[in-house]
Antibody, heavy 119, light 107 residues
C-alpha cells in the first residue's frame, strides 16, 4: 500500500523560507522511472505543479517559480524535501506531495498541508 | 507553457445523466492527459491516464477519449458519488499544467 504524507509549518511570515517534507511508503524512489514531487492549490482555485525529483536525482521545476524552489530526496529515509524561499501571501495554498508514475501521471497523493503566509 | 481550457466550468446534471467534459490544449499533447476528481477538502484522485486508460479501482462509468488538442472525460451514468470537481492535466511536456476545473453539481 502506497502512502504519501506532507509535514511542515502551517504558518510562515512573508519573506521567510518554507520547508516541506514528504514522507512516503510502499515504493522506493530508487525504482527506475519513479518521481516524487509537489503540486499546490490556493483555496478555491486550480492546481499548480511545482517540482519533481526522479529516481536518478534528475530534477524539474516550474519555470515561473524556479528561482525560489529547491527539491531534494533522501532515498534511505523515503523522504523528499521542498524549500521555497521568499514566501508571499499569494503562496498561501494547500501543498500536496505526489508520486509520479514512471510513464504517466500523479497516481498517489498525500492529504495535503495548508500553508498560510501572513505576518 | 501548454494552456488547458476546460468546458464547461460548471455543469448541473441529474442522477443517471451522461456527462461530458472537454479539455482543449493550446498545442498537441498526444495522449499525455490525465483526469482527476476532487471532492471538497480532499486531495485529487486519478481517474484516467494516457487519455483513455482507467486507473485501477475506478468505476467503468468513467471513460476518456481524444488526442491531440481536444480530449474528453465522460461519465456514462452520473451517480451520487460523482458530484465533484474534475481537472484535466497534461504531462506531454514540462511544466505540467492543469485545466481550471469543472464543477459537477446536482440539478
Amino acid at each position: 500500500q502506497i502512502t504519501m504524507k506532507e509535514s511542515g509549518p502551517t504558518l510562515v511570515k512573508p519573506t521567510q523560507t518554507l520547508t516541506l517534507t514528504c514522507t512516503f511508503s510502499g515504493f522506493s524512489l530508487s525504482a527506475r522511472g519513479v518521481g516524487v514531487g509537489w503540486i499546490r492549490q490556493p483555496l478555491g482555485k486550480a492546481l499548480e505543479w511545482l517540482s519533481f525529483v526522479y529516481w536518478d536525482d534528475a530534477k524539474v521545476y516550474s519555470p515561473s517559480l524556479r528561482p525560489r524552489l529547491t527539491i531534494t530526496k533522501d532515498t534511505s529515509k523515503n523522504q523528499v524535501v521542498l524549500t521555497m524561499t521568499n514566501m508571499d501571501p499569494v503562496d498561501t495554498a494547500t501543498y500536496y506531495c505526489v508520486r509520479k508514475h514512471p510513464q504517466s501521471a500523479a497516481d498517489y497523493w498525500g492529504q495535503g498541508t495548508l500553508v498560510t503566509v501572513s505576518s | 507553457d501548454i494552456q488547458l481550457t476546460q468546458s464547461p466550468s460548471t455543469l448541473s446534471a441529474s442522477l443517471g445523466d451522461r456527462v461530458t467534459i472537454t479539455c482543449r490544449a493550446t498545442q498537441s499533447i498526444g495522449s499525455a492527459m490525465a483526469w482527476y476528481q476532487q471532492k471538497p477538502g480532499k486531495a485529487p484522485k486519478l481517474l484516467i491516464y494516457d487519455a483513455s486508460s482507467l486507473e485501477s479501482g475506478v468505476p467503468s462509468r468513467f471513460s476518456g477519449s481524444g488526442s491531440g488538442t481536444e480530449l474528453t472525460l465522460t461519465i456514462s451514468s452520473l451517480q451520487a458519488d460523482d458530484f465533484a470537481t474534475y481537472y484535466c492535466q497534461q504531462y506531454e511536456t514540462y511544466p505540467w499544467t492543469f485545466g481550471q476545473g469543472t464543477k459537477v453539481e446536482i440539478k
